[in-house]
């Protein structure tokens, strides 16, 4: 983005915080756990909607990183690397619309989203293992012969 987008976009965000949003969401928004978890997804996703690339058949790179579940339905989901999913903001405004539908519109595209993540990494030993391989997420426990009898 140029700097005047850049500055653009800051305002609007800005905007929405002090107008619409939450004051809890709109301090999570700009905390550094927040911004270092978006930027590790988008870097998962190699900057790349996959919604745009196999619904829309485009390739968008990504800007906002949409919570599947949103945090107004579970705050708790916030940071987890599996509920989150970088977007183009087009694609995101489909998505909301998405959501915003019915409930059962809503829930219809979130399995959807979470089909798209795992086609998406398929190949490279699925979405946990992706996960895994970046830290987002913790390797599951090893449970072999020679673990400890009470993990067993």
């Known amino acids: 983005m140029c700097e005047e987008c850049e500055q653009r976009q800051q ?19 700009v905390s550094k756990e927040w911004r270092a978890m978006r930027e590790r997804i988008i870097e998962v996703y190699d900057n790349v909607d996959i919604y745009a690339l196999y619904v829309e058949h485009e390739l968008l790179t990504c800007n906002p990183v949409h919570h599947i579940i949103e945090l107004e339905d579970d705050w708790e989901q916030r940071l987890n690397p599996f509920n989150l999913i970088p977007l183009n903001h087009k694609t995101h405004n489909t998505i909301t619309a998405l959501y915003k539908q019915s409930k059962a519109s809503m829930r219809a595209t979130q399995k959807q989203l979470r089909s798209l993540i795992e086609y998406h990494f398929r190949e490279a030993g699925g979405y946990k293992k992706v996960l895994c391989d970046s830290f987002l997420v913790a390797p599951p426990l090893f449970l072999g012969e020679n673990s400890p009898r009470e993990f067993q």
Do not use: K, L, V
């Not at 305002?11 to 928004?29: L, V």
């Open 11 to 29: 305002s609007r965000h800005m905007t929405y915080n002090n107008t619409r949003r939450d004051e809890r969401a709109a301090e999570f928004y």
